[in-house]
Nanobody, 117 residues
Framework: VQLQACGGGLVQAGGWLRLSCAASGRTLIYSVLGWFRQAPGKEREFVAAVTWNGDSTFYADSIKGRFTISKDNAKNMVYLQMNSLKPEDTAVYSC???????????WGQGTQLTVSS
């Protein structure tokens, strides 16, 4: 499995950004694709996830209502639309594949998001 996240950058607080994740390889053996983030000095935390089949989604409480996960099965792409960004959203964002919303098996390289106040 190869996962490549991109689209990060520097954004002012209140702004928006969309991250993309390109998935390739044996991704179909996994049921879920998710987004995680890791801020400096903190543990990696779950952000959002979507099922490959169907449109079930799951969000962390910290971003619920501001972030939206979506996918394009034909392109093997997953997106994270992030609105109303806050400085505390600053982190390296990476995508992962897993067997369920709670169990993830593989993470790809991340992309840096910095939100300035």
């Amino acid at each position: 499995v190869q996962l490549q996240a991109c689209g990060g950058g520097l954004v002012q607080a209140g702004g928006w950004l969309r991250l993309s994740c390109a998935a390739s390889g044996r991704t179909l053996i996994y049921s879920v694709l998710g987004w995680f983030r890791q801020a400096p000095g903190k543990e990696r935390e779950f952000v959002a996830a979507v099922t490959w089949n169907g449109d079930s989604t799951f969000y962390a409480d910290s971003i619920k209502g501001r972030f939206t996960i979506s996918k394009d099965n034909a392109k093997n792409m997953v997106y994270l639309q992030m609105n109303s960004l806050k400085p505390e959203d600053t982190a390296v964002y990476s995508c992962a594949v897993g067997r369920s919303f709670k169990i993830y098996d593989y993470w790809g390289q991340g992309t840096q998001l910095t939100v300035s106040s």
